[in-house]
T-cell receptor
Framework: EDQVTQSPEALRLQEGESSSLNCSYT??????LFWYRQDPGKGPEFLFT???AGEEKEKERLKATLTKKESFLHITAPKPEDSATYLC???????????????FGKGTLLTVNP | NAGVTQTPKFQVLKTGQSMTLQCAQD?????MSWYRQDPGMGLRLIHY???????DQGEVPNGYNVSRSTTEDFPLRLLSAAPSQTSVYFC???????????????FGEGSRLTVL
């Protein structure tokens, strides 16, 4: 069974204080690992897809990295508008139904204070 | 482009009532899905569809029915509502889950359901 564990559950930062969020995963074969951002009362919004160990993706103050067992979402010099819940999900490789399902973690609630 | 539109945004039901959550997308996506999100739990897949006329079960399908008669619409039916179905429901769509950049789901804004 695919599993995704995110840590910490909540993180409070001061504006400009860089940090990282962790996503550990267990999957029989990884097709892709995904990061989403969710604002209160809204649906998740796609951020990144990572396909193989060593891959990195960047978008503004966010950088996602991937190893064989975990992914990190690095936040550099965060601003209050980066406050949100960040969700990690995995898609298993293989045939049939496994292709069509994402397994999500519980998320990390990030609060950035001005 | 409206993206993924869900209605209603809020609904209160009594135990045993039935209802349909509507989902429509205008991006010509083949893949559509329904997730539920509960406090302290990740998003969990209820049902999904890979095209008109094709549906399949996800992780938590019991108590829910779906159908896909058109590419645009993917309604979720609660047959006999139970308090355990109190949740926030999200519809999501994607161009493809097996070709190209998979996993990029476009989510609706959610439907908040309370079952008394």
């Amino acid at each position: 069974e695919d599993q995704v564990t995110q840590s910490p559950e909540a993180l409070r930062l001061q504006e400009g204080e860089s940090s990282s969020l962790n996503c550990s995963y267990t999957v029989s074969g990884l097709r892709g690992l995904f990061w989403y951002r969710q604002d209160p009362g809204k649906g998740p919004e796609f951020l990144f897809t990572l396909y193989s160990a060593g891959e990195e993706k960047e978008k503004e103050r966010l950088k996602a990295t991937l190893t064989k067992k975990e992914s990190f979402l690095h936040i550099t010099a965060p601003k209050p508008e980066d406050s949100a819940t960040y969700l990690c999900a995995v898609q298993a490789a293989g045939s049939g139904g496994s292709n069509y399902k994402l397994t999500f973690g519980k998320g990390t609630l990030l609060t950035v204070n001005p | 482009n409206a993206g993924v539109t869900q209605t209603p945004k809020f609904q209160v039901l009594k135990t045993g009532q039935s209802m349909t959550l509507q989902c429509a997308q205008d991006m010509n996506h083949e893949y559509m899905s329904w997730y539920r999100q509960d406090p302290g739990m990740g998003l969990r897949l209820i049902h999904y569809s890979v095209g008109a006329g094709i549906t399949d079960q996800g992780e938590v399908p019991n108590g829910y029915n779906v159908s896909r008669s058109t590419t645009e619409d993917f309604p979720l039916r609660l047959l006999s509502a139970a308090p355990s179905q109190t949740s926030v429901y999200f519809c999501a769509s994607s161009y493809s889950m097996v070709y190209g950049d998979t996993g990029e789901l476009f989510f609706g804004e959610g439907s908040r359901l309370t079952v008394l």
